[in-house]
């Protein structure tokens, strides 16, 4: 491809200094899980998120099952969330012995509907899971006001919006916990997996910090049931070179969003819906057409590498046939998942090659 959808290898060519020496410093050391640079890493990442305790885990999907399991989630329980996500998010759910119950999402934000949570609540709803899709926060003041007067825990999926904020306020503060992924594709991507659980509740904290490792409240010593989720330090002192450079890499990707939209705004393109107070961070550039395929293809012929996020929403996976939902549930999920394509967009890109990608957009015959 001429253009990439993300070029992982050109973002360890610009900080390669830094994270050479941050590897070579942990293997000089000789202690790789859960030491030194695991330590500083949740203080910095607590740091950056604006919240007092930040737990390092083995990847995001456990972030969201951990933070599940801290605040009291229990078998059988239902959680809401949306039918249009990673499934990694309902996958988490249900390894937490939960029930997910599906929402559908309001079209221009592509998150969460609060009106169809409210509308799913019944008594034995314990939890509310919104994703903040694509870098851009969830309704998350509506979503906070109705978990608080139904006594009902918000935990936020954050797992694709490491530095977006709702009137100033960052993405994974509003809820009792906030779950974020390190995934090397994510805006703080790791060489490997990785997850965190940031929180501002001491007691969730201490419950994450033995959960993630086998319960253990002293060494070898299980006071509950746990798991092994554990960051190792390689991945942890690789993320604090990325985390420092994060504000830059986000100020970026926010650039070439806007030239994207200043070049296709005269385009029958739907493009991302902008709303006030609203402060993303553009984990993707999702436009939609409803000629999506051909228009993919088209993109692809002329060396433009685009993908798909997400070609089917979670009740019409397989796998997922057992919460009981068909096709025709959730027709906005539905029509998405027709629709969005995601164009490349990533820090190292040049405006150029910007510039290329929305030339062939506009040149798609319509």
Known sequence: MTIPFIDLKAQYQRLQPQIDAAIQRVLE????????????F?????????????IAVANGTDAIQLALLACG???????????????????AIEIAGARPILVDINPDTYCVDPECVYRAITLRTR????????????????????????????????????????????????GKAGAFSFYPTKNLGAYGDGGAIVTNDVSVADRLRRLRQYGWSQERVSEQKGMNSRMDELQAAILRVKLADLEYSNIRRIE???QY???????????PVRRPGIEPVYHHFVIRHPRRETLRCYLANQGIATL????????????????????????ISEMASREVLSLPLYPEMTYEMVD?????????PS
Request: aromatic share 10%.
């Open 29 to 40: 050391r000789g202690q790789f899980i859960l030491g030194e640079e695991v330590a500083a």
């Open 73 to 91: 989630i229990q078998p059988g329980d239902e959680v809401i969330t949306s039918a249009f996500t990673a499934v990694a998010t309902v996958a």
């Open 308 to 331: 798909v996020h997400y070609p089917m929403p979670v009740h019409l996976q397989k796998g997922y046939f057992n919460l009981g939902y068909t096709a025709g549930s959730f027709p």
């Open 356 to 364: 290329e990608v929305c030339q062939a957009v506009l040149a798609f």
């Open 127 to 174: 939890a509310i899971v919104p994703v903040h899709l694509y870098g851009f926060p969830a309704e998350i003041t509506l979503l906070q006001e109705i978990s608080a007067k139904n006594n009902i825990t918000l935990i936020e999926d954050c797992a694709q919006a490491h530095g977006a904020s709702y009137n100033k306020k960052g993405v994974g503060t509003w």
């Open 256 to 258: 070439l969003a806007n």
């Open 261 to 271: 939209r200043t070049r296709l705004s005269e385009s029958q393109i739907l493009l």
């Open 42 to 54: 949740e203080n910095e990442f607590a740091n950056f998120c604006g919240t007092r305790h930040a």
